[in-house]
């Protein structure tokens, strides 16, 4: 499989209805600029949400494989050193390179989704959940995630979701269950899903404020115990 999982720019446009490298919706804006990084049959796949503005500012600039978790890198680094599942031969910039055979590295919406706030775009705060109550960005949603996630790569035997909110976890879950019908829930953080085991993580942004709670904290911290499950379940499923 190579639509979508060939490392580069995407060349898709199917949310849009002309040739506009930026779409309104109401008070959003969808950015044209989808992209894959890595393995061109990635054993794992971690998907964030979308773009922030790191991601779109350091786009801009023209160095496509300095894209991809542009300022939050280590802390991506950090998760998978937590999940152990850092290779220790290389870092994490070689992860979304050609080059990589293991990993890939995507978004769920491949695209880059802004909000519209005091004559700002922002791609933070409330972003992320109001996306999934909007009925425009949801089928966004729903678009991407059927085209690119609807039939993983037959190498795929791991998806890391990076995100940890109550909210997200049950939106994506949902998304996810409606695209695969052997979805199977196996614990608060994880399913079995399009023949992978599916785990959520915390977010590696740098305005996630639970980032260190999620890596640190025990099982009396809700964060903690979703870090807990993670590892128990990579560590009874994923080896």
Same mark, same amino acid.
């Given at each position: 499989?190579?639509?979508?999982?060939?490392?580069?720019?995407?060349?898709?446009?199917?949310?849009?209805?002309?040739?506009?490298?930026?779409?309104?919706?109401?008070?959003?804006?969808?950015?044209?600029?989808?992209?894959?990084?890595?393995?061109?049959?990635?054993?794992?796949?971690? $998907? !964030?949400? *979308?773009?922030?503005?790191?991601?779109?500012?350091? %786009?801009?600039?023209?160095?496509?494989? +300095?894209?991809?978790? /542009?300022?939050?890198?280590?802390?991506?680094?950090?998760?998978?050193?937590?999940?152990?599942?850092?290779?220790?031969?290389?870092?994490?910039?070689?992860?979304?390179?050609?080059?990589?055979?293991?990993?890939?590295?995507?978004?769920?919406?491949?695209?880059?989704?802004?909000?519209?706030?005091?004559?700002?775009?922002?791609?933070?705060?409330?972003?992320?959940?109001?996306?999934?109550?909007?009925?425009?960005?949801?089928?966004?949603?729903?678009?991407?995630?059927?085209?690119?996630?609807?039939?993983?790569?037959?190498?795929?035997?791991?998806?890391?979701? $990076? !995100?940890? *909110?109550?909210?997200?976890?049950?939106?994506?879950? %949902?998304?996810?269950?409606?695209?695969? +019908?052997?979805?199977? /829930?196996?614990?608060?953080?994880?399913?079995?899903?399009?023949?992978?085991?599916?785990?959520?993580?915390?977010?590696?942004?740098?305005?996630?404020?639970?980032?260190?709670?999620?890596?640190?904290?025990?099982?009396?911290?809700?964060?903690?115990?979703?870090?807990?499950?993670?590892?128990?379940?990579?560590?009874?499923?994923?080896?």
């Amino acid at each position: 499989m190579t639509n979508g999982y060939s490392h580069g720019p995407i060349s898709c446009r199917d949310c849009y209805a002309g040739e506009e490298a930026v779409m309104a919706l109401g008070d959003w804006r969808l950015h044209n600029n989808p992209g894959y990084y890595g393995s061109n049959s990635p054993q794992i796949l971690v $998907l !964030g949400f *979308s773009k922030g503005a790191n991601q779109n500012k350091t %786009a801009a600039e023209g160095d496509f494989d +300095k894209v991809a978790f /542009a300022k939050a890198r280590h802390r991506l680094q950090e998760v998978l050193e937590t999940l152990k599942l850092m290779p220790s031969d290389r870092n994490i910039d070689y992860l979304m390179t050609a080059k990589e055979k293991s990993f890939g590295v995507a978004s769920l919406v491949r695209c880059s989704f802004c909000k519209m706030k005091g004559g700002t775009c922002k791609t933070s705060g409330d972003v992320i959940p109001s996306s999934f109550t909007n009925q425009s960005t949801l089928k966004v949603i729903e678009n991407c995630s059927s085209k690119y996630l609807g039939s993983l790569p037959s190498s795929t035997r791991l998806v890391i979701l $990076l !995100g940890t *909110s109550e909210t997200y976890i049950k939106k994506t879950k %949902a998304l996810i269950q409606r695209l695969h +019908k052997d979805f199977k /829930a196996i614990n608060h953080v994880s399913f079995s899903a399009g023949g992978a085991l599916w785990v959520y993580a915390t977010h590696p942004s740098p305005g996630n404020g639970y980032f260190k709670a999620w890596v640190k904290n025990g099982s009396d911290d809700q964060s903690g115990q979703k870090r807990i499950l993670a590892q128990q379940v990579l560590s009874k499923y994923y080896s």
